[in-house]
C-alpha cells in the first residue's frame, strides 16, 4: 500500500509536560475571519469510506473494511485496529472474524447505507459537531462513482439534521491533481454548493485541499502546480483551507523545502497531528514549540489558524480515557485558536475515531486483539469521545470555561461505571498542591501518579465531584506500590452542595503497607454525597498528605428522574426551522440538559430551556417533546407533546449562505455577516462616507417579494434610523429600485428589524444602498434576509 495521510510518521516530541496547567483564557489572537461555518468551529474529518457486499456500492466488496476487498474482513484480512459499537445501526453485514465476546456475530455497518450516514450526522448533531469534512481521494479512478454518490449521502444528511459540510480533497497519489481537481470541482463538486448546508466562510463556499508539501513520495509536486490550485479556487470564490504538513512553517521534517508561498497562499491552515505524538509530554511539547509560533505566522499573514486535535490511537494505548483528547482540545482552545479539525470521526482504520465505540471485549471479536474502549481497565461508555468533543466545542466556544481537567466524566451523567469506582476521571481539587503532583493524579487510573500537599504544613485535604449525589459507602485509598510503609492520619467528610460538609468517617490512622498493596479501604455509612474530602493530619513517612489513588464506591440504586418540562411552546417557525421553549425541570442532582424529541429520535439537545430544530422540511407538520437529563444520568418523563407547521418554502430566507458584495467595509465587520444567520455579527461600512451599500448574490434570477433588515437585537443597539433603498439586478450591472430611499427605524423594543414588502420583481442581485444613519456615521446590517413573492 502507497503511503497515504492515514500512514502513522512518528516525531520525537522533547520536553516534559507542564507543570501545572493554568486555567487561563484563550490568548489574545487576531483572527483574520469572523466566525462563520469553520472559524469559531468544530470541525470533523468524515471518511464515509466503508462499504460491504450487498449494499449496492458501485466500487464493490469490503471496501476500506479488508486489504483484499472480495473477501470479507478476518483477523487476517483487516484495515481497521478498531471495532464500531453497532447497536444503533439498522442493518449490519456479517464478516469472517470470530462472534463477539457476548456471543453475536461480528458485523460491521455500511457507509453506503444512508441509514449509516444519517446516524452519524444524528451524533454530530447532538454533541457540537458543527461542520463535517468529507474527504474525497482521487475520483478518476474506481472509487470515483462510491464517491461522487457519498457525497449526495452527505449533503442531505447534513441538510436533515443542520450540520454543515465541505468537500476535503486528499491529492495522495493523485498524479494529475493539477487538472483534475479543476475538472472535478466544475463539473461535479461545485453543484453542492448551492445546498444551503454546504459550509461558507466569509460569505464563500469552503474547500479544503490536504497534501500540499508533504515530504514523502505519495506526494511528490513542487510548489509551482500547487500553488496555481489554490489560486485557481480561490478564484472560483472559494475559501480555500490547505491541510499541511505539522512543521509547514519551518520547511523541515514533513515538509518539503520551498512551499512558503503555497501554504501562506491559503485562507486558512490546519497542520495535520495524528501519529506525531500519543503522550500528554508531547501534546505539551507541541504546544509550545509548533502551535504557538503557528499561530503568530499566520496572525501576521491574515490567516486562520486550524489546529487539527485527536482522541488518540486506541490501539496503541493512547488514549488515557480521554486525558490526552481533553489535554490537546485544552491546549489548542488556551492558545487562541480561530477553529479546531478533529481527526477523525469514522477513522476505524487508524484508531483514532471519535464515533461510538466498542465499550469491552464483550462487544469486540473474540481474541481478535482489538483494543476496547475500557482498555486501561477505566469503563467508558461507547458515546464517551462524542461527549469529550461536545464540551471541547463548548469550550471552544465560551460557553464552558476554560479548564485542564476534563469535565467528561467516562460514563454518561457521571454515573456509575460496571467498576463501581464513581472518582475515575472525575474533577478533583485540593487546599494545596506540591509543584506537578496535582490533585487530578489521584484520580488517573495511574497508580504511579500522586497528589502531594504543600510540605510541613496540616491539616490538608484532597477532594472529588462525583457528578451527582450517591449513597456512598466504601472508600479505597492507595499510594504508589513501591513505597514504603507509613501512616497517615485522616478523616473523610461528605457534601451535597461542595460547601457544608458532614463527617463520614472520623480522624484515624491509617496504614499503608508495601506488603498489602499499599492500599487502604475505609467503610462509609452509606450518606449520599456528591463532594468526598479526604483531610489529612499526619503523615509518619513525609511532611505531607499523599494519595495516589481515591476510589469511592456506592450502594447500588435508581437516582430519582427529574421533573417532565412544563409549558412547551412554539417560539418561532420558518421553512426549515421550528424554535420552542418550556420551563426548567426539578432535579435533586441538578439538571445537566434537555433533549428535544421528534418521532422518537432526539433532533437537538441543549443546556438550557429553548431551542431551534433545524433541516426540516417546508410545509410539514411536526411534534415535538422535551425532557429533562439529570447530572446522574437519569430522565425525565417526557413534556406534553406540542405541533407545529413550518412555512412554506415561499418563506425561506433566498439569501442565507449566499455569496455577498460590499462597498466597503471596517475591520472584521465584512459583508458576509449579513447572511451567516448569526444576528449578533454584522456588516459596517467605512465611516463618515455615504453613500455605501451591501449585497447579496441570490444565485439565481427569483422573484422577489420581501426583504427583512436587522440589526443585532441587544439594547445597546439604541434607536437609530437609516435613509436607505432597496435595489435589484439581473445581472449585477444595472439596477432597479425596488423600494424607495426613505428613513427605516430600527427600534431595539420590536426586535431591531425592519420588514420592506417589495414590488414583485424578478432579480438575481439584491443591494441596500444607504445614505444616512442617526445612531452612526455607516452603514449597518446584521441580517439581509430576502423572500420570494
Same mark, same amino acid.
Given at each position: 500500500?502507497?503511503?497515504?495521510?492515514?500512514?502513522?510518521?512518528?516525531?520525537?516530541?522533547?520536553?516534559?509536560?507542564?507543570?501545572?496547567?493554568?486555567?487561563?483564557?484563550?490568548?489574545?489572537?487576531?483572527?483574520?475571519?469572523?466566525?462563520?461555518?469553520?472559524?469559531?468551529?468544530?470541525?470533523?474529518?468524515?471518511?464515509?469510506?466503508?462499504?460491504?457486499?450487498?449494499?449496492?456500492?458501485?466500487?464493490?466488496?469490503?471496501?476500506?473494511?479488508?486489504?483484499?476487498?472480495?473477501?470479507?474482513?478476518?483477523?487476517?484480512?483487516?484495515?481497521?485496529?478498531?471495532?464500531?459499537?453497532?447497536?444503533?445501526?439498522?442493518?449490519?453485514?456479517? =464478516?469472517?472474524?470470530?462472534?463477539?465476546?457476548?456471543?453475536?456475530?461480528?458485523?460491521?455497518?455500511?457507509?453506503?447505507?444512508?441509514?449509516?450516514?444519517?446516524?452519524?450526522?444524528?451524533?454530530?448533531?447532538?454533541?457540537?459537531?458543527?461542520?463535517?469534512?468529507?474527504?474525497?481521494?482521487?475520483?478518476?479512478?474506481?472509487?470515483?462513482?462510491?464517491?461522487?454518490?457519498?457525497?449526495?449521502?452527505?449533503?442531505?444528511?447534513?441538510?436533515?439534521?443542520?450540520?454543515?459540510?465541505?468537500?476535503?480533497?486528499?491529492?495522495?497519489?493523485?498524479?494529475?491533481?493539477?487538472?483534475?481537481?479543476?475538472?472535478? !470541482?466544475?463539473?461535479?463538486?461545485?453543484?453542492?454548493?448551492?445546498?444551503?448546508?454546504?459550509?461558507?466562510?466569509?460569505?464563500?463556499?469552503?474547500?479544503?485541499?490536504?497534501?500540499?508539501?508533504?515530504?514523502?513520495?505519495?506526494?511528490?509536486?513542487?510548489?509551482?502546480?500547487?500553488?496555481?490550485?489554490?489560486? !485557481?479556487?480561490?478564484?472560483?470564490?472559494?475559501?480555500?483551507?490547505?491541510?499541511?504538513?505539522?512543521?509547514?512553517?519551518?520547511?523541515?521534517?514533513?515538509?518539503?523545502?520551498?512551499?512558503?508561498?503555497?501554504?501562506?497562499?491559503?485562507?486558512? #491552515?490546519?497542520? !495535520?497531528?495524528?501519529?506525531?505524538?500519543?503522550?500528554?509530554?508531547?501534546?505539551?511539547?507541541?504546544?509550545?514549540?509548533?502551535?504557538?509560533?503557528?499561530?503568530?505566522?499566520?496572525?501576521?499573514?491574515?490567516?486562520?489558524?486550524?489546529?487539527?486535535?485527536?482522541?488518540?490511537?486506541?490501539?496503541?494505548?493512547?488514549?488515557?480515557?480521554?486525558?490526552?483528547?481533553?489535554?490537546?482540545?485544552?491546549?489548542? #482552545?488556551?492558545?487562541?485558536?480561530?477553529?479546531?479539525?478533529?481527526?477523525?470521526?469514522?477513522?476505524?482504520?487508524?484508531?483514532?475515531?471519535?464515533?461510538?465505540?466498542?465499550?469491552?471485549?464483550?462487544?469486540?471479536?473474540?481474541?481478535?486483539? #482489538?483494543?476496547?474502549?475500557?482498555?486501561?481497565?477505566?469503563?467508558?461508555?461507547?458515546?464517551?469521545?462524542?461527549?469529550?468533543?461536545?464540551?471541547?466545542?463548548?469550550?471552544?466556544?465560551?460557553?464552558?470555561?476554560?479548564?485542564?481537567?476534563?469535565?467528561?466524566?467516562?460514563?454518561?451523567?457521571?454515573?456509575?461505571?460496571?467498576?463501581?469506582?464513581?472518582?475515575?476521571?472525575?474533577?478533583?481539587?485540593?487546599?494545596?498542591?506540591?509543584?506537578?503532583? @496535582?490533585?487530578?493524579?489521584?484520580?488517573?487510573?495511574?497508580?504511579?501518579?500522586?497528589?502531594?500537599?504543600?510540605?510541613?504544613?496540616?491539616?490538608? !485535604?484532597?477532594?472529588?465531584?462525583?457528578?451527582?449525589?450517591?449513597?456512598?459507602?466504601?472508600? @479505597?485509598?492507595?499510594?504508589?506500590?513501591?513505597?514504603?510503609?507509613?501512616?497517615?492520619?485522616?478523616?473523610?467528610?461528605?457534601?451535597?452542595?461542595?460547601?457544608?460538609?458532614?463527617?463520614?468517617?472520623?480522624?484515624?490512622?491509617?496504614?499503608?503497607?508495601?506488603?498489602?498493596?499499599?492500599?487502604?479501604?475505609?467503610?462509609?455509612?452509606?450518606?449520599?454525597?456528591?463532594?468526598?474530602?479526604?483531610?489529612?493530619?499526619?503523615?509518619?513517612?513525609?511532611?505531607?498528605?499523599?494519595?495516589?489513588?481515591?476510589?469511592?464506591?456506592?450502594?447500588?440504586? =435508581?437516582?430519582?428522574?427529574?421533573?417532565?418540562?412544563?409549558?412547551?411552546?412554539?417560539?418561532?417557525? =420558518?421553512?426549515?426551522?421550528?424554535?420552542?421553549?418550556?420551563?426548567?425541570?426539578?432535579?435533586?442532582?441538578?439538571?445537566?440538559?434537555?433533549?428535544?424529541?421528534?418521532?422518537?429520535?432526539?433532533?437537538?439537545?441543549?443546556?438550557?430551556?429553548?431551542?431551534?430544530?433545524?433541516?426540516?422540511?417546508?410545509?410539514?407538520?411536526?411534534?415535538?417533546?422535551?425532557?429533562?437529563?439529570?447530572?446522574?444520568?437519569?430522565?425525565?418523563?417526557?413534556?406534553?407533546?406540542?405541533?407545529?407547521?413550518?412555512?412554506?418554502?415561499?418563506?425561506?430566507?433566498?439569501?442565507?449562505?449566499?455569496?455577498?458584495?460590499?462597498?466597503?467595509?471596517?475591520?472584521?465587520?465584512?459583508?458576509?455577516?449579513?447572511?451567516?444567520?448569526?444576528?449578533?455579527?454584522?456588516?459596517?461600512?467605512?465611516?463618515?462616507?455615504?453613500?455605501?451599500?451591501?449585497?447579496?448574490?441570490?444565485?439565481?434570477?427569483?422573484?422577489?417579494?420581501?426583504?427583512?433588515?436587522?440589526?443585532?437585537?441587544?439594547?445597546?443597539?439604541?434607536?437609530?434610523?437609516?435613509?436607505?433603498?432597496?435595489?435589484?439586478?439581473?445581472?449585477?450591472?444595472?439596477?432597479?429600485?425596488?423600494?424607495?430611499?426613505?428613513?427605516?427605524?430600527?427600534?431595539?423594543?420590536?426586535?431591531?428589524?425592519?420588514?420592506?414588502?417589495?414590488?414583485?420583481?424578478?432579480?438575481?442581485?439584491?443591494?441596500?444602498?444607504?445614505?444616512?444613519?442617526?445612531?452612526?456615521?455607516?452603514?449597518?446590517?446584521?441580517?439581509?434576509?430576502?423572500?420570494?413573492?
Amino acid at each position: 500500500m502507497a503511503l497515504t495521510r492515514r500512514t502513522l510518521i512518528g516525531s520525537v516530541a522533547a520536553g516534559s509536560a507542564l507543570a501545572a496547567l493554568p486555567d487561563l483564557a484563550p490568548a489574545p489572537a487576531a483572527a483574520a475571519s469572523p466566525p462563520g461555518d469553520v472559524v469559531g468551529k468544530i470541525t470533523v474529518g468524515y471518511q464515509g469510506w466503508f462499504s460491504c457486499p450487498g449494499d449496492g456500492a458501485p466500487i464493490g466488496g469490503w471496501w476500506h473494511w479488508s486489504r483484499d476487498r472480495f473477501q470479507p474482513p478476518s483477523p487476517g484480512n483487516t484495515t481497521i485496529v478498531s471495532w464500531p459499537d453497532m447497536r444503533e445501526y439498522t442493518r449490519g453485514y456479517a =464478516t469472517a472474524y470470530p462472534n463477539l465476546g457476548n456471543g453475536q456475530p461480528a458485523q460491521l455497518f455500511s457507509s453506503y447505507d444512508q441509514q449509516t450516514v444519517d446516524t452519524h450526522f444524528r451524533w454530530m448533531q447532538e454533541h457540537g459537531c458543527d461542520t463535517a469534512a468529507l474527504q474525497r481521494f482521487n475520483p478518476f479512478g474506481d472509487e470515483g462513482p462510491t464517491r461522487d454518490a457519498m457525497a449526495v449521502k452527505v449533503r442531505g444528511a447534513a441538510e436533515r439534521f443542520g450540520r454543515k459540510f465541505y468537500i476535503m480533497y486528499d491529492v495522495t497519489g493523485w498524479t494529475s491533481m493539477q487538472s483534475q481537481l479543476k475538472q472535478d !470541482w466544475t463539473t461535479k463538486m461545485s453543484a453542492h454548493t448551492a445546498s444551503p448546508a454546504y459550509a461558507r466562510q466569509n460569505g464563500r463556499p469552503v474547500v479544503c485541499i490536504w497534501g500540499f508539501g508533504f515530504n514523502d513520495d505519495g506526494r511528490p509536486f513542487a510548489p509551482e502546480p500547487c500553488l496555481d490550485v489554490v489560486q !485557481w479556487f480561490k478564484a472560483q470564490g472559494c475559501y480555500v483551507i490547505g491541510g499541511v504538513p505539522t512543521y509547514w512553517r519551518q520547511g523541515i521534517n514533513d515538509s518539503r523545502p520551498g512551499f512558503g508561498a503555497v501554504y501562506r497562499a491559503f485562507d486558512m #491552515i490546519s497542520p !495535520w497531528m495524528v501519529g506525531r505524538t500519543g503522550t500528554l509530554d508531547g501534546l505539551d511539547w507541541f504546544h509550545t514549540n509548533v502551535n504557538v509560533p503557528d499561530l503568530a505566522d499566520c496572525a501576521a499573514n491574515g490567516i486562520d489558524y486550524q489546529p487539527c486535535v485527536m482522541p488518540g490511537d486506541l490501539s496503541a494505548g493512547h488514549r488515557r480515557h480521554g486525558d490526552f483528547y481533553w489535554r490537546h482540545l485544552y491546549n489548542m #482552545i488556551r492558545l487562541g485558536a480561530q477553529g479546531l479539525y478533529v481527526s477523525m470521526f469514522d477513522e476505524f482504520n487508524e484508531g483514532n475515531q471519535i464515533a461510538k465505540t466498542s465499550e469491552t471485549q464483550a462487544t469486540t471479536p473474540a481474541g481478535a486483539g #482489538i483494543r476496547a474502549l475500557d482498555e486501561d481497565g477505566t469503563f467508558c461508555s461507547a458515546d464517551y469521545y462524542l461527549r469529550i468533543t461536545a464540551d471541547g466545542g463548548r469550550m471552544l466556544k465560551g460557553q464552558l470555561p476554560l479548564t485542564a481537567v476534563r469535565p467528561t466524566p467516562p460514563v454518561a451523567g457521571g454515573g456509575e461505571p460496571p467498576t463501581g469506582n464513581l472518582a475515575a476521571g472525575r474533577p478533583a481539587t485540593a487546599s494545596s498542591q506540591n509543584g506537578p503532583f @496535582v490533585a487530578g493524579n489521584a484520580v488517573d487510573g495511574d497508580r504511579g501518579s500522586y497528589w502531594e500537599a504543600s510540605n510541613g504544613v496540616f491539616p490538608q !485535604w484532597w477532594q472529588v465531584d462525583l457528578g451527582a449525589g450517591h449513597p456512598v459507602n466504601r472508600l @479505597v485509598l492507595a499510594l504508589p506500590a513501591g513505597w514504603e510503609t507509613r501512616t497517615q492520619t485522616l478523616s473523610v467528610q461528605g457534601s451535597t452542595d461542595g460547601a457544608t460538609f458532614t463527617t463520614l468517617a472520623p480522624s484515624a490512622g491509617i496504614r499503608f503497607d508495601p506488603a498489602a498493596g499499599n492500599t487502604a479501604t475505609i467503610t462509609l455509612p452509606g450518606a449520599t454525597a456528591r463532594h468526598v474530602r479526604v483531610t489529612v493530619t499526619g503523615n509518619t513517612a513525609w511532611p505531607a498528605a499523599q494519595l495516589a489513588q481515591v476510589e469511592v464506591y456506592a450502594a447500588t440504586g =435508581t437516582p430519582t428522574p427529574p421533573t417532565a418540562p412544563g409549558n412547551l411552546t412554539v417560539t418561532g417557525r =420558518t421553512a426549515t426551522s421550528v424554535s420552542l421553549a418550556w420551563s426548567a425541570s426539578i432535579d435533586t442532582d441538578g439538571v445537566a440538559g434537555y433533549q428535544v424529541r421528534q418521532g422518537g429520535q432526539t433532533v437537538a439537545s441543549v443546556t438550557g430551556t429553548s431551542a431551534t430544530v433545524t433541516g426540516l422540511s417546508p410545509a410539514t407538520t411536526y411534534t415535538f417533546t422535551v425532557v429533562a437529563l439529570d447530572t446522574a444520568g437519569a430522565v425525565s418523563p417526557p413534556s406534553a407533546a406540542v405541533t407545529a407547521t413550518t412555512d412554506p418554502a415561499a418563506r425561506t430566507d433566498l439569501a442565507r449562505g449566499r455569496p455577498t458584495a460590499e462597498s466597503s467595509h471596517t475591520q472584521a465587520y465584512g459583508s458576509a455577516n449579513v447572511v451567516d444567520g448569526n444576528p449578533d455579527s454584522y456588516w459596517e461600512s467605512a465611516n463618515n462616507a455615504f453613500p455605501q451599500w451591501v449585497q447579496v448574490d441570490l444565485g439565481a434570477a427569483t422573484t422577489v417579494g420581501r426583504v427583512v433588515l436587522r440589526l443585532p437585537p441587544s439594547p445597546a443597539w439604541a434607536t437609530r434610523t437609516q435613509t436607505l433603498a432597496v435595489l435589484g439586478s439581473t445581472d449585477g450591472a444595472g439596477w432597479t429600485a425596488l423600494a424607495a430611499s426613505a428613513p427605516r427605524v430600527f427600534d431595539p423594543a420590536s426586535g431591531n428589524q425592519v420588514t420592506l414588502t417589495l414590488t414583485a420583481a424578478t432579480t438575481r442581485y439584491v443591494r441596500v444602498q444607504v445614505t444616512g444613519n442617526t445612531g452612526w456615521p455607516a452603514g449597518q446590517l446584521s441580517q439581509l434576509e430576502v423572500y420570494a413573492a
